[in-house]
């Protein structure tokens, strides 16, 4: 019997369900920040901001004098802001007939194409937008990997920067799964979770994190310059995001995602900061047009040699940059990350004036507004479904680019 009673919060609720159920990346980051939005459909409008507070990293002093004698760790928290950037929807249009469907048949004939194209298009936007904040990166750029290994090196990123060993998870290519799932075949045949990876097409669990094929893992492309950089700065402060470089050719160009490492600058311990062998890796954080070869270079993270130390020293005058791949060059950029590296928030649309409609909230956090207006003359009815929503890297240490 057809259902006369198919209702917006019933089709808002589905397709809340629906997003969901087809977004893996945003269904395994953090949410929790968007509380601070409010509970209730208060309205929220596009560029409204939360920050999301990061707890100081403390210091360890020795003997029985007070801070070594000198000041104790400072206590106020840093921040990043998490905006509501972003409004995407999907428009239908449909008659009195359609809703006389069952739900089942509406959500599989109209609801679930169109929820999948708009949770693909939000997927690909927070995906770029988090390995856009990500400085770490393994493999070798141009070629897919082909072992586990390359996999073990980015688990080994996250380990080396304290990323809590539970909640990874990998977001990652249909050319890696399938590099994967071949060269894993004589070694898990046995696991379950390798052998459900040949039924279904993906891996399952491996390295500490559960990886998941996806349609819209980003590509990053180098600029025009990638080679000859120099650090043209003979005083880098601490703290600096940012730096003159020279060396380059008129104008060239780079690139917002390409990485790159500073010669004599390596990484550190977390919390002894004791240097390692390998250096610090950064990546560009917004596009750069040279001028006559120069120019200032954005970067993350934040370069800092003696308070809250993360690298070894300074950036040195002259210091020559080296970035990875090569240039004017996209490379697809799969993903490992600890669910709180980065947050996103949805925060919930009212219904306007004159219009049907439904606000569904998730206990995950997804919000999906469900809005109708007719159109009496043509009996039709239009009907939009939108999400709002914002992102942030917290901490894009404990994430680790796999690049192809």
């Known amino acids: ?22 977004s893996p990346f ?4 953090n949410k929790a920040r968007q509380e601070e939005f ?3 459909v208060n309205g929220y409008q596009k560029g409204d901001t939360v920050k999301v507070k990061i707890p100081p990293v403390g210091k360890v002093f020795t003997g029985s004098q007070f801070a070594g004698g000198g000041s104790a760790t400072d206590s106020v928290e840093t921040y990043v802001n998490l905006q509501l950037a972003t409004q995407k929807h999907i428009a239908l249009q449909f008659g009195a007939k359609e809703k006389l469907l069952e739900l089942t048949d509406f959500k599989e004939r109209f609801l679930r ?15 770029s937008q988090a390995v856009n904040g990500t400085p770490n990166l393994v493999g070798t750029a141009g070629s897919v990997p082909t072992t586990m290994k390359t996999y073990a090196q980015a688990r ?18 249909s050319s890696a799964n399938t590099e994967l799932v071949d060269a894993s075949k004589a070694l898990f045949h046995a696991n379950d979770q390798i052998e459900r990876g040949f039924l279904r097409g993906s891996i399952g669990e491996a390295m500490g994190a559960e990886f998941f094929e996806h349609q819209s893992v980003p590509s990053v492309t180098n600029g025009s310059q990638v080679a000859s950089l120099l650090v043209n700065n003979a005083a880098i402060a601490e703290g600096a995001t940012s730096t003159p470089v020279d060396g380059g050719t008129g104008t060239n160009t780079v690139k917002k995602g390409s990485v790159f490492t500073i010669a004599g600058v390596y990484a550190v311990h977390p919390l002894t900061g004791t240097a ?3 250096l610090q890796q950064f990546v560009v954080t917004a596009d750069l047009t040279l001028s006559a070869g120069a120019g200032t270079l954005s970067f993350y993270p934040a370069v800092n040699a003696t308070t809250n130390k993360n690298v070894s020293a300074l950036p040195a005058d002259n210091a020559a940059l080296t970035f990875v791949g090569s240039a004017s060059t996209a490379y697809v950029q799969n993903l490992m990350y600890h669910k709180d590296a980065f947050t996103a928030a949805f925060a919930p649309l009212p219904v306007l004036a004159s219009c049907e409609g439904y606000t569904a909230r998730l206990p995950s956090g997804v919000s999906v507004r469900v809005m109708t207006f007719g159109d009496g003359n043509n009996d039709y009815e239009r009907t939009r479904i939108d ?16 690049t192809e």
């Open 1 to 22: 019997m057809a259902n006369t009673n198919l209702t917006h919060q019933m089709v808002a609720r589905e397709a809340a369900k629906i997003f969901e159920e087809e």
């Open 276 to 278: 390692t062998t390998t």
């Open 156 to 173: 080994a990123k996250l380990q080396a920067y304290l990323a809590p060993p539970g909640d990874r998870y990998t977001i990652f290519s």
């Open 387 to 402: 999400v709002l929503y914002g992102f942030a890297t917290v901490r894009g240490l404990h994430a680790c680019r796999i």
């Open 38 to 40: 409010g509970e209730a």
């Open 26 to 29: 945003t269904s395994t980051i």
């Open 113 to 127: 194409p169109q929820i999948r194209t708009l949770s693909s298009v939000v997927e690909a936007d927070l995906l």
